[in-house]
């Protein structure tokens, strides 16, 4: 018999949530096969079989908390008879029967994964099949009842439908003994009340605290976009035929902010307490969007990267990101950061710092408007910047030229590649 236990967390995490078992017990499990699944308030970790057997027992269910290096269940070796019953069974209760169909739709035994499922694909639990081994819904159960199509009709527009309004009677032909009775809206007016995962909790509690606790204040400006179009446009295929990835903005972004936070150095430090911490090196933090809410893993010392290695970080972390691969590793620390609204079409927004760092740089999106150049109105490619910065530390006049200076050397690239 050997134990499955919870990962060794890091420091800054206490706890976590299991969010669902990919194994039921008596099944027979290989080395390296998922397990379970763990959700902290920064990662979900996977739990892999460590040998060959069969899972024996498990002492936690899905959406129970889990403390650091905690028995989940136990593994057995291949052959061995599985348990009556697994050794949690004697205090959980059993499952009710399936709610019929004009019951509530709405379980209170389903685990976060499931329920962000069911939530993002409109479906009804009741209508779902469960596997579970005390008859709950899996998140594979939730899975498959998404691809089979099993919905619900969510609540009815605020919003009188055209229909009804064409269906009522003119007031001049209206009787005026006769009052028009309104319309009432037909269906089901559903509501669905879902607890946030631990990392949205998390992302609400840190930037609610960093509202409360720093000196929130945004620059905007604006770059001409086309130096750095036509400089992508002239060696793409010579960029991709050598380094095997394409040239994108965001390693130019992540190039004309270091050398920026290079001559402001205060944007590049943090607050402790009463102190000012000046970090000697440049890790930034690129904020990707994943299924989970958005992360911000890290490039560690960018001022040693170069634009193809800039590149194919960022394309890793965007793979691991989709995947829910992501490690406390990849997003702890960080000095800086850069967040990309423009991918979903954000013309100006203010981001919020990512504590305890002091600034982060807004890119979005790049739309053409007429400008201004050489005393003519032309047509170019234009970018809204923003640095949001903790105004405690950072002076406006320090912000504004640390912004200034990353809209000229995105306005000419051969600067920044040159080092001038």
Do not use: C
Not at 133 to 153: C, E, H, S, W
Not at 225 to 239: E, V
Not at 391 to 402: L, M, N, P, T, Y
């Amino acid at each position: 018999m050997a134990d499955i236990r919870v990962p060794v967390f890091s420091e800054s995490v206490s706890e976590g949530t299991l969010l669902t078992w990919h194994k039921k017990p008596g099944e027979a499990v290989k080395r390296g096969d998922l397990l379970a699944e763990i959700e902290t308030d920064k990662v979900v970790l996977e739990i892999q079989a460590q040998q060959d057997g069969v899972l024996q027992g498990v002492l936690k269910n899905e959406g129970d908390t889990v403390l650091s290096e905690e028995v989940l269940g136990t593994m057995g070796e291949a052959g061995a008879a599985a348990p009556a019953e697994a050794p949690a069974a004697a205090s959980v209760p059993q499952a009710a029967a399936p709610a019929p169909a004009n019951e509530a739709t709405r379980r209170d035994d389903l685990s976060p994964a499931v329920r962000k499922i069911v939530a993002e694909q409109n479906l009804d639990p009741a209508q779902i099949p469960a596997t579970g081994p005390r008859g709950n819904i899996t998140k594979d159960d939730a899975v498959v009842a998404a691809q089979g199509g099993l919905t619900y009709q969510g609540p009815q527009s605020a919003a009188e439908p055209a229909s009804m309004k064409a269906a009522q009677t003119p007031a001049a032909q209206t009787p005026a003994a006769q009052v028009p009775v309104p319309a009432i809206p037909s269906g089901p007016r559903t509501e669905q009340r879902v607890p946030m995962t631990r990392i949205r909790a998390r992302i609400a509690e840190r930037l609610k605290e960093v509202q409360n606790t720093a000196a929130l204040l945004t620059t905007f400006n604006e770059v001409n976009m086309k130096p750095a179009m036509d400089l992508r446009k002239k060696y793409q295929d010579q960029f991709v035929a050598k380094h095997g990835v394409k040239l994108g903005f965001m390693s130019l972004f992540v190039r004309a902010a270091t050398e920026a936070l290079k001559a402001f150095p205060v944007v590049n430090a943090s607050v402790d307490g009463k102190d000012i911490i000046y970090h000697g090196y440049y890790d930034i933090g690129i904020a990707v969007a994943s299924e989970r809410g958005l992360v911000v893993p890290i490039l560690r010392d960018t001022e040693q990267m170069s634009l193809a290695g800039i590149e194919k970080g960022i394309a890793d972390f965007a793979v691991k990101a989709k995947g829910g691969k992501l490690t406390m590793e990849d997003m702890s620390g960080g000095t800086f950061s850069i967040t990309n609204g423009g991918t979903f079409g954000s013309m100006m927004s203010t981001p919020i710092i990512n504590a305890p760092q002091s600034a982060i740089l807004g890119m979005h999106n790049i739309i053409e408007r007429p400008i201004a150049q050489n005393g003519q109105v032309v047509i170019a490619p234009m970018m809204y910047l923003a640095l949001s910065y903790d105004h405690r530390i950072i002076d406006g006049k320090e912000a504004v030229q640390f912004l200034v200076m990353i809209k000229n050397l995105l306005e000419d690239p051969a600067r920044m590649l040159l080092e001038l």
